[in-house]
């Protein structure tokens, strides 16, 4: 994103898919996530392939087919946990 617009779109699902407040799009295996947390509720979740994102900076912006922005985040690296001093592989 530059300022403002989205420079690269992906469709994440072509079927109509509600991501309910605690649901999960995953780009991971569910089995993987579900062997670490057994108590997961497997319903919420979609896999799907995900972008990679810049370490530095960048946004991710859920958008409608018709474009209509739904949501964004926006992140920089002064959002990692003030203690972490490497931030390489760190999510």
């Given at each position: 994103?530059?300022?403002?617009?989205?420079?690269?779109?992906?469709?994440?699902?072509?079927?109509?898919?509600?991501?309910?407040?605690?649901?999960?799009?995953?780009?991971?295996s569910?089995?993987?996530?579900?062997?670490?947390?057994?108590?997961?509720r497997?319903?919420?979740?979609?896999?799907?392939?995900?972008?990679?994102?810049?370490?530095?900076?960048?946004?991710?912006?859920?958008?409608?087919?018709?474009?209509?922005?739904?949501?964004?985040?926006?992140?920089?690296?002064?959002l990692?946990?003030?203690?972490?001093?490497?931030?390489?592989?760190?999510?």
């Open positions: 994103m530059s300022d403002g617009a989205v420079d690269d779109v992906l469709t994440i699902t072509g079927a109509s898919f509600l991501l309910l407040p605690g649901a999960y799009a995953d780009r991971e569910t089995a993987n996530i579900v062997s670490n947390y057994p108590q997961s497997t319903e919420r979740f979609m896999e799907t392939d995900l972008p990679s994102y810049n370490n530095g900076e960048g946004g991710v912006v859920l958008q409608a087919p018709d474009g209509t922005q739904l949501d964004r985040f926006d992140y920089n690296d002064d990692h946990f003030a203690l972490v001093n490497e931030t390489e592989g760190i999510a």
